[in-house]
């Protein structure tokens, strides 16, 4: 940067590119930082959101594993009854992050739906439900 004390050898003239004059401020200074900033706040903005897409994505499948191994472990009970099984059926949901809201049997066929509560935003609380149905194999 070229600092220019006495503007005389060129008066009239407007300052050279880069070229600062001692007490005039240059229109042009600060406006990359302004733009830097507005990019880095829309690439923060999206990531964001593609952080709340990616957490409502793990907490279905999340839901879905617990409602899946729920279904299961139910059936293993399902002789023992509907109690027993809905027990099992919620212990296993418990321990894959999930709450068991829903659970009955079908003959032999043990029916659970299950929840996972998630965080997406700061501030924002959201539900992920799955069911799932399990049973002996019928030929």
Known sequence: MVVRRDPSPRAGHPPASGEYVAGRPDRQRGGATVLLLAIGLVFMVFGTFGAAIVA??????????????????????ALDGDAAACATASDLAGRNEGRLVGC?????????????????????????TASARAGPVRG
């Not at 279905?60 to 617990?66: G, I, L, N, P």
């Not at 032999?108 to 992920?128: I, K, Q, S, W």
């Open 56 to 77: 409502a994505g793990m907490a279905s499948q999340r839901a879905a594993v617990a409602a899946d191994l729920g279904a299961l472990a139910g059936a293993a009970r």
């Open 104 to 128: 009955h049997l079908d003959g032999m066929d043990v029916l659970v739906t299950v929840e996972v509560a998630f965080t997406p935003l700061p501030g924002l609380t959201r539900v992920a």
